[in-house]
């Protein structure tokens, strides 16, 4: 009997934290009087109340913690409990764990009463069934993995990178190629949309490219990009509460309560190249899986750095070079791209390299920082 008890009063609890919600007042194990003015009173498991124009309006709901289904004979003492205090019994609800048999569901419907059935109890119907539950953080990351230049040149480039870099029509340095998708990205002209792209810039009459000392007019800039979803998942625990339609089983009201707990020390990442790839992993398993999406503030150029650089990478360069001018050791360039940013997505988040502001203020203090 106890157990019994207990089982009763969990879904009685479970039923009206179910329904609570702002302008409804709910009352758990409450006694009313009846219509005779009687010392007698009616117990009801769960009551609402509401009001319309000023006037209350009273729902009532029974619920039934039992293995078995519900049968004729309680249905009609629910009825005739509505209708001792004076409730409608189209203003009564029956809440079962263990279902209903068809005679109850037509003498349900025959007197108005509304049968749902409850999901979300544990096996031994002690408490709420726990199921696992996600939380991942979605960084889009827009990597440059290459580019088609179109201009006057009959020879093949002798270095890549003097293609990179752009001149106006007065041979002044106006920026690079990553700074121009750097700007699509943050303008919203580069969608944030998991996959491959081909960004095609616009770039000004008698803009130009100097290779081997020739200015070679740009015709045409594509530069092929691919957005990647790095993401970082934590798990935590999940309880769901639902009442559900007794004849159709669809849903009527339900509350997903997720919990988590970030554990320290470092995560893995999983990289997805793709939107359809990324829905199946966060709908492939447990009850609930959130997603927060962002943006990383930078890009990855040709995987050697974040874009713009951040002021620890220009100062590690700068020092590099400096050692590599006096001798001491070999030349750095190429740069990797784990040797200068590492394996932390968070350091797209570093502060902006000075020089490199400078240049996109037109201050005095210095151009657009150029790597190496």
């Known amino acids: 009997m106890a157990k019994t008890n207990e089982q009763g009063k969990i879904l009685e609890q479970l ?3 179910l329904h609570q919600e702002p302008g409804v007042v709910v009352q758990h194990d409450v006694r009313l009087a ?3 003015g009687g010392k007698r009173k009616r117990q009801f498991d769960v009551l609402l109340t509401s009001y319309v124009a000023g006037h209350p309006v009273r729902l009532a709901i029974e619920c039934k913690n039992e293995q078995g289904p519900i049968g004729v004979e309680k249905i009609d003492a629910f009825r005739g409990k509505l209708e001792a205090v004076g409730i409608p019994p189209s203003l009564g609800i029956y809440v079962s764990a263990g279902g209903y048999t068809e005679g109850a569901l037509d003498a349900a419907r025959g007197a108005g009463i509304r049968p749902f059935t409850f999901e979300g109890l544990s096996a031994d119907r002690l408490s709420q069934a726990i199921s696992n539950a996600f939380q991942s953080v979605v960084v889009l990351l827009p990597c440059v993995t290459g580019f088609d230049l179109t201009n006057d040149n009959h020879l093949p480039i002798g270095s890549v990178g003097e293609a990179f870099l752009v001149y106006d029509e007065k041979g002044r340095f106006v920026g690079n190629i990553a700074d121009f998708v750097w700007q699509a990205w943050q303008t919203g002209d580069l969608e944030p949309r998991i996959g491959t792209a ?12 100097l290779i081997e000392g020739r200015h070679l007019p740009i015709r045409g800039l594509v530069v092929r990009v691919e957005i990647l979803a790095l993401v970082m998942t934590v798990e935590g625990e999940a309880r769901r509460a639902a009442v559900a339609a007794a004849d159709t089983g669809e849903p009527v009201r339900q509350v997903i309560e997720a919990t988590f707990e970030t554990p320290p020390g470092l995560y893995a990442l999983r990289a997805f190249r793709s939107e359809d790839e990324l829905r199946e992993y966060l709908t492939s398993s447990g009850l ?6 962002v943006r990383s503030p930078r890009i990855n150029f040709w ?3 974040y874009w713009p650089p951040s002021q620890r ?6 020092e590099q070079m400096r050692l590599f001018s006096e001798g001491r050791i070999p030349d750095p360039r190429p740069f990797s ?3 200068i940013e590492g394996h932390d997505p968070a350091n797209a988040w570093e502060p902006i390299a000075d020089e490199y502001l400078a240049g996109l203020q037109g201050t005095e203090e210095g151009e657009l920082w150029q790597p190496g």
């Not at 081909?198 to 490219?209: A, D, N, T």
């Not at 609930?288 to 999406?293: E, F, G, I, Q, Y």
């Not at 990478?313 to 700068?318: P, R, S």
């Open 313 to 318: 990478v220009a100062e590690t360069i700068a």
């Open 15 to 17: 039923v009206a934290w």
């Open 303 to 305: 995987n050697m750095m």
């Open 198 to 209: 081909s960004l095609r810039l616009e770039i000004p009459e008698g803009w130009h490219s």
């Open 288 to 293: 609930v899986h959130l997603a927060h999406r």
């Open 337 to 339: 791209f784990e040797q």
């Open 34 to 36: 009846t219509l005779g």
